[in-house]
């Protein structure tokens, strides 16, 4: 850049720049990230950013909505000894709270042992490549050319028993109304499907 351009002239040059560094760094927004590994990876680093790498959680949902893209929604608890969780909900990468709640637990016990930490036992890049794997069990099995994904999810139990929390996936077929339902361990193993 010409250090003898008018100020006016240089202020305008990186306005400019910063319009295109802020259009170019909405391309990875969370709304219209697809159904892979990579992409919900970078769902997760979006969590962490949002509630931080230490938050705890007892629900969380992408769910797909064509017109709008990825509806990201979590119960989500920054200090989980504080009893206080929030529910929000990531919608065309606006944050929103819907409530906030307080819980109860088991005397003896702490409010963590209810929840889980994203990153450590459950990943959101795991749940991403086993909706790839279910696409493509659904395209090998089912002759089906564009499944699409309606909503990935883990269902964390009550008790807090992580042996038994599941990944859900539900794909549904562009060309038809029938939803496709596949239930995974946490280690990737399929538990069961349902056509």
């Known amino acids: 850049m010409n250090n003898k351009a ?18 170019v760094s909405c391309g990875g ?7 892979t590994a990579e992409a919900f990876k970078a769902i997760e680093s979006e969590l962490k950013d949002k509630f931080g790498e230490n938050a705890y959680y007892t629900d969380l949902t992408i769910t797909y909505n064509e017109s709008i893209g990825n509806i990201i929604g979590v119960t989500v608890a920054e200090d989980p000894e504080s009893l206080k969780m929030g529910q929000w909900n990531l919608t065309q ?7 906030d709640i307080t819980i109860e637990v088991p005397k003896g016990t702490k409010a963590s042992d ?23 069990k659904l395209k090998n099995e089912k002759d089906l050319t564009n499944p699409t994904l ?13 042996s038994k929390a599941k990944y859900m996936i539900h794909l549904k077929s562009k060309n038809d109304d029938d939803t496709f339902r596949f239930h995974y361990k946490l280690n990737g193993n399929l538990i069961k499907m349902d056509y």
Do not use: C, H
């Open 29 to 35: 927004s969370t709304n219209n990230q697809p159904a």
């Open 150 to 162: 309606t909503i990935a999810a883990l269902n964390f139990p009550d008790n807090g028993d992580i």
């Open 6 to 23: 008018p100020k006016s002239y240089r202020i305008g040059y990186l306005f400019i720049l910063l319009v295109i560094f802020k259009l």
């Open 93 to 99: 990468d606006t944050w929103k709270q819907n409530s």
């Open 114 to 136: 209810y929840m889980f930490q994203l990153g450590k036992t459950i990943s959101l890049s795991k749940l991403g490549a086993l909706v790839e794997q279910s696409i493509k």
